[in-house]
């Protein structure tokens, strides 16, 4: 019963760690979509966008490769490991600070795709990779309820500098962002006072070679996520128009990012797990065969129980959504996009099992493979159903998802195969057979 007290508090934490900093971030989103006129969000979701970008790459090069593999070592080795991350989140911040900086005074300020409110990101991109890494060092080393803490930080700050804007009637998109950079500020800062960290302190080189077989893949598969996720919003807004791509942004950020922020917390609390079974896994005997059931019967288990989620998801959300949508008449137009997010966003919940076997198994080179397959088949269906309208692009984003969705499912079973302690040879039993 203490062990039951004790995982549901872990599982707990760690959920609601993720409804916070989901909440944060969407809340540019939905308060754009209500406070500022179309044109304007539209603006707002180019530069989040661009912003996200930056975020998940530093993510898939420091954040997720401590998840993976910060998670099998303690003492020192962790301590070094969590070091070298902070200072190389800290170098990607002021890497992404002069790019934003350039890219801003280059890009024409004029046309569909507008990036006049990418410079509002620029005091703030340090901070953002600081508090993301932050946040993965405490799910690496099982402390969800830390996580929770510098999140609830972060939104209590954004929370309190976006009503300040509302009070004085200052609502733009620039204000929104710097609510968001502030927030993000707050966070980082309490958590290097917290854990007495200095962020240049460690050595980026030092994480390049211990990582390099994780960091690689693992960017490179973040780098054909974010293009792709780039790429609908540049095709969005240059096939069809900025106010279809704020419909598109607006239904997604109500219906689909509270289903990816479900799978980040879920992905966050399994990887750890997946990478210490996959670990003990290949340890002889006994030991090694039930860390490689465990993994199995975790994944089949969490699968089952997805794909029913997934199906109730469905049922309740896109007729739900759809009523919602039509009866604020601003979105009234892009009701019809409910259902095919809907499931979307079901698909996305029954990859959940899948990818943190994958991810806890180190196959960071097939996730890669299966990323680069959904994610052209993504656009390809974009493209195509982007001829027939929104409606179209929507039902084209979905091919991709489920294609992705059976291609994980595969390299997961092919995986599966070199799991488990290794196979004594006839050699090896002969000379333990003459030993006894």
């Known amino acids: 019963m203490q062990g039951f007290r004790v995982a549901s508090r872990f599982v707990g934490a760690g959920l609601l760690d993720q409804v916070v900093i989901a909440t944060?971030?969407?809340?540019?989103?939905?308060?754009?979509?209500?406070?500022?006129?179309?044109?304007?969000?539209?603006?707002?979701?180019?530069?989040?966008?661009?912003?996200?970008?930056?975020?998940?790459?530093?993510?898939?090069?420091?954040?997720?490769?401590?998840?993976?593999?910060?998670?099998?070592?303690?003492?020192?080795?962790?301590?070094?490991?969590?070091?070298?991350?902070?200072?190389?989140?800290?170098?990607?911040?002021?890497?992404?600070?002069?790019?934003?900086?350039?890219?801003?005074?280059?890009?024409?300020?004029?046309?569909?795709?507008d990036l006049d409110e990418l410079i509002w990101l620029v005091p703030f991109t340090v901070p953002l990779m600081l508090h993301d890494t932050a946040r993965c060092d405490y799910l690496a080393d099982g402390r969800p309820e830390k996580a929770l803490g510098i999140d609830l930080v972060w939104f209590g700050t954004q929370g309190i500098a976006i009503i300040v804007m509302i009070l004085t009637g200052q609502s733009?998109?620039?204000?929104?962002?710097?609510?968001?950079?502030?927030?993000?500020?707050?966070?980082?800062?309490?958590?290097?006072?917290?854990?007495?960290?200095?962020?240049?302190?460690?050595?980026?080189?030092?994480?390049?070679?211990?990582?390099?077989?994780?960091?690689?893949?693992?960017?490179a598969t973040?780098?054909?996520?974010?293009?792709?996720?780039?790429?609908?919003?540049f095709l969005v807004a240059g096939k069809l128009s900025k106010i279809e791509?704020?419909?598109?942004?607006f239904v997604q950020t109500v219906q689909l990012q509270p289903v990816q922020n479900l799978v980040a917390a879920i992905q966050g609390l399994l990887v750890p797990r997946a990478s210490r079974a996959a670990a003990d896994a290949v340890k002889p005997g006994a030991q090694g065969a039930e860390a490689a059931a465990t993994l199995r019967r975790q994944t089949r288990q969490l699968a089952i129980a997805f794909a029913v989620l997934g199906m109730l998801m469905v049922a309740v959300v896109w007729p739900l959504v759809s009523w919602v949508l039509t009866a604020t008449h601003k979105f009234e137009d892009a009701a019809p996009l409910a259902l095919p997010i809907a499931l979307q966003g079901a698909v996305y919940l029954l990859q959940v099992p899948f990818t943190a076997a994958m991810r806890g198994m180190h196959r960071a080179r097939m996730l890669f493979v299966q990323y680069v397959v959904f994610a052209t088949v993504s656009l390809t269906g974009l493209s195509v159903?982007?001829?027939?309208?929104?409606?179209?692009?929507?039902?084209?984003?979905?091919?991709?998802?489920?294609?992705?969705?059976?291609?994980?499912?595969?390299?997961?079973?092919?995986?599966?195969?070199?799991v488990g302690p290794p196979v004594a040879t006839p050699?090896?039993?002969?000379?333990?057979?003459?030993?006894?």
């Open 24 to 113: 944060a971030n969407a809340a540019n989103t939905l308060l754009g979509g209500i406070l500022l006129p179309k044109d304007q969000f539209g603006a707002l979701a180019l530069a989040l966008s661009v912003g996200y970008f930056s975020m998940y790459l530093n993510r898939a090069f420091v954040g997720d490769v401590l998840l993976a593999l910060a998670s099998r070592f303690e003492g020192e080795h962790r301590g070094r490991l969590i070091r070298n991350g902070l200072t190389t989140a800290f170098c990607s911040g002021l890497t992404t600070m002069v790019v934003f900086t350039v890219l801003w005074l280059a890009w024409p300020h004029n046309g569909k795709i």
């Open 172 to 219: 733009s998109a620039g204000g929104l962002l710097a609510a968001w950079g502030i927030g993000a500020t707050a966070g980082a800062t309490v958590y290097l006072l917290r854990e007495r960290r200095v962020p240049w302190r460690g050595n980026p080189k030092a994480w390049l070679t211990e990582t390099r077989h994780l960091s690689g893949w693992f960017t």
């Open 385 to 418: 159903g982007a001829s027939q309208g929104l409606l179209g692009a929507a039902w084209g984003l979905l091919t991709g998802s489920a294609t992705g969705l059976v291609c994980m499912v595969i390299l997961y079973g092919y995986a599966l195969k070199s």
């Open 245 to 249: 791509l704020g419909n598109l942004r």
């Open 427 to 436: 050699a090896t039993r002969l000379d333990a057979t003459q030993s006894a």
């Open 222 to 233: 973040a780098i054909v996520a974010q293009v792709q996720v780039l790429s609908i919003s």
